[in-house]
C-alpha cells in the first residue's frame, strides 16, 4: 500500500474547464500548473485528472485515441511531464486517468483490428466470426468494417471493447482470458500503465474497471484476476504507485482485484445516494437536508458490512461528486454543503473533492456537450473571480468550452476567501483538521456510537475522537458519554454535557 495514501485528499480535475491560460476557452496543463498553490492551500495533497489523451473527444476524452500522447488542446507531453513535477515539488501526486476497457474507434489498433487480412491486432477487439449474427448480452456493431464480423462495445459507440477474453466461452470466437492474444492486450495496458509512471505520475483511476473480461462470474473472478496481475506488476516495479477503481464494489474491487482504493459511487437507491441525492423519487429525502427527513441507517446498512469487510485490504472513498454526477449544489445549499462534506472529510479511506464543489459551484441546465448529456452541468468552468469568464479563461465568451455560471451570484473563489464563514474557508478549515489529527485520516478506526432510524444526531468515532452531526433544523441530543474530551472544532453551537451531547441546528462537533 503506498504510504502517502493514508493522508491524501484528492481534487479532481476536469481538465476541459479548470484553467484557461492560452485564452482559447478550454482549461490547459499550464492552468493546473498555475493553480497548484490553490490546490494546496486548499488543503488537497493530490489530484485525479480526467483523461486528457489524444481524443476525437465523442466521450469528452474517454474515447482514447492515442495513450502516449496528451491531446493538443491541454499542451505538449513536455507540459504533463512539468506537471508531475511541479505538483511533486509542492508535496502534491498526480493520478491520471487509464481508460482500459475500450478505445476510440479511431485508435490505431482498432484501424488494424477491422481489417479483414489477419494481422497483430486481429484478436485485439472483440469480433464474432460472422456479419449479421449479434452478441448475446453485450451491445455491438456490424456493418462499418472489412472485416466479417461485429465488433462489442463497452460503452458508446464510439468505444469498442478491447479484448481481454471470456471467462466462460460460448462461442468459438470468444478466446479464454488465457489466450495469448487477451494477454497481449493486458501486457500492452501495462506498456501504457508505465510508460506514465516512468515520466513521473503516481497512478491511475481506473475506468470501468469491472468491465474488461465477459460473460465474467457474479464474483468478477476474471477480470479480478487480471487486475491482482497488474497489482503484482506494481508493487514490484512501482510501489508507490497507486490504483482506484470505478467500481463502487469494494469487497471486489479492493479484497479481489487488488485495487489501493475504491469509489463508492452514487447509483439511486444505494447507501450514498441517501446522503445527498435522495431526490430521484419525486421527494428530496437526503440526509444532508434540513429538514431533517433523511435516515443515516439507510447509509450505514450498506455502508458497514462493505467497510468492515474491505478495511484491511483498501480505502473505499467518499466522493462530494465527480464529472459523472449532479453537482451536490443541485439540491443542497452551502450550510447544508458545508455538514455534508465535515461528514465525507471526517470518514475513513481518501476523501476526494470534485473542483469547485469546494465553492459549491451549481449545476447547469445545459445541451450535451462532447457525449456528456445531463453530466454536462457539472462539467462547467471553474468559477476563479468576478471578472470576465469568471475568470476562467480571458478568451471571447462564445469560445469557451462551456458557459460559465451566468448568474449574478455565481459563487467564486476571490469573493469566498474573502468570507471567514465562505463553504471555501469551511472546506479549508476541514482538511486543515483532517491534516492535524490522524485519526481523522484514512486508517483510524470508524465505530458508530448512536445512529437511530428517523432520529438525529449521528455520532460516530475515529480512533480516539468523538464526532456528533445534526444536519436538521431542530436541536437534538443523544444519551452519549464523552468523558474528558473537549470540542476541538466546531461548525454551528453544540456541547457535550453530563451523558449528554447536544447539538443546535445544523452543526457538527468534533469532541478530542
Ligand atoms: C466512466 C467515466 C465516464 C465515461 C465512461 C466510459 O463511467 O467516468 O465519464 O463516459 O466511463 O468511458
Not at 468459438?172 to 506514465?196: G, N, S, Y
Not at 464543489?357 to 445545459?366: A, F, P, S
Not at 468523558?483 to 454535557?497: H, L, P
Request: a negative charge.
Amino acid at each position: 500500500m503506498p504510504k502517502w495514501l493514508k493522508n491524501a485528499v484528492f481534487y479532481e480535475i476536469y481538465p476541459q474547464s479548470f484553467y484557461d491560460t492560452n485564452g482559447d476557452g478550454i482549461g490547459d496543463f499550464t492552468g493546473i500548473i498555475e493553480k497548484l498553490d490553490y490546490i494546496r492551500d486548499l488543503g488537497c495533497n493530490a489530484l485525479w485528472i480526467n483523461p486528457c489523451f489524444d481524443s476525437p473527444f465523442k466521450d469528452a476524452g474517454y474515447d482514447v485515441r492515442d495513450y502516449k500522447k496528451v491531446a493538443p488542446r491541454y499542451g505538449t507531453n513536455s507540459d504533463l511531464y512539468r506537471l508531475f513535477e511541479e505538483a511533486h515539488k509542492k508535496g502534491i501526486h498526480v493520478l491520471l486517468d487509464l481508460v482500459p476497457g475500450h478505445t476510440s474507434e479511431e485508435h490505431p489498433w482498432f484501424k488494424e483490428s477491422q481489417k479483414a487480412e489477419c494481422n497483430e491486432y486481429t484478436n485485439r477487439y472483440v469480433w464474432t466470426d460472422h456479419p449479421f449474427a449479434p452478441i448475446k448480452g453485450y451491445p455491438y456493431i456490424g456493418g462499418e468494417c472489412e472485416r466479417a464480423g461485429v465488433y462489442l462495445l463497452n460503452f458508446f459507440k464510439c468505444q469498442p471493447a478491447l479484448n481481454y477474453g471470456f471467462l466462460n466461452c460460448e462461442e468459438k470466437w470468444q478466446l479464454p482470458p488465457d489466450h495469448p492474444d487477451c494477454i497481449a492486450t493486458r501486457e500492452a495496458m501495462k506498456d501504457v500503465m508505465r510508460f506514465w509512471l516512468d515520466h513521473g505520475c503516481d497512478g491511475f483511476r481506473v475506468d470501468m474497471a469491472a468491465s474488461l473480461v465477459k460473460n465474467d462470474d457474479e464474483v468478477k473472478s476474471g477480470t479480478c484476476a487480471l487486475w491482482r496481475n497488474i497489482r503484482e506488476m506494481l508493487d514490484e516495479e512501482y510501489p508507490e504507485a497507486a490504483m482506484v477503481s470505478e467500481w463502487g464494489d469494494p469487497v471486489k474491487a479492493l479484497n479481489s482485484a487488488g485495487f489501493h482504493m475504491d469509489f463508492y459511487l452514487n447509483r439511486p437507491g444505494n447507501g450514498y445516494n441517501t446522503l445527498m441525492r435522495d431526490y430521484e423519487t419525486g421527494e428530496d429525502n437526503s440526509f444532508f437536508k434540513k429538514d431533517g427527513r433523511g435516515d443515516i441507517t439507510r447509509f450505514l446498512e450498506e455502508y458497514l458490512p462493505d467497510y468492515t469487510a474491505t478495511k484491511e485490504h483498501g480505502y473505499y472513498c467518499m466522493l462530494t461528486c465527480n464529472h459523472d454526477t449532479l453537482r451536490p449544489k443541485y439540491n443542497l445549499d452551502d450550510e447544508e454543503l458545508k455538514l455534508a462534506y465535515a461528514f465525507l472529510f471526517t470518514m475513513p479511506g481518501v476523501p476526494y473533492l470534485y473542483y469547485g464543489d469546494e465553492i459549491g459551484m451549481r449545476y447547469q441546465k445545459l445541451p450535451t456537450k462532447e457525449g456528456g448529456y445531463h453530466r454536462t452541468g457539472s462539467r462547467t468552468p471553474m468559477q476563479w473571480s468576478a471578472e470576465i469568464n469568471a475568470g476562467f479563461s480571458t478568451g471571447s465568451a462564445d469560445a469557451l468550452y462551456l458557459p460559465v455560471d451566468p448568474t449574478a451570484d455565481a459563487p467564486n473563489v476571490a469573493a469566498q476567501e474573502m468570507d471567514e464563514n465562505s463553504l471555501l474557508n469551511t472546506v479549508k478549515a476541514l482538511l486543515k483538521l483532517r491534516r492535524e489529527e490522524e485519526d481523522l485520516q484514512a486508517d483510524a478506526g470508524f465505530e458508530v456510537i448512536y445512529a437511530e432510524s428517523k432520529r438525529l444526531p449521528f455520532v460516530y468515532r475515529r480512533g480516539d475522537i468523538l464526532i456528533a452531526l445534526n444536519p436538521s433544523a431542530e436541536t437534538t441530543t443523544a444519551a452519549v458519554e464523552a468523558g474528558s474530551r473537549s470540542v476541538r472544532f466546531s461548525i454551528g453551537k453544540g456541547k457535550a454535557e453530563n451523558g449528554t451531547i447536544t447539538l443546535e441546528p445544523q452543526s457538527f462537533l468534533v469532541l478530542k
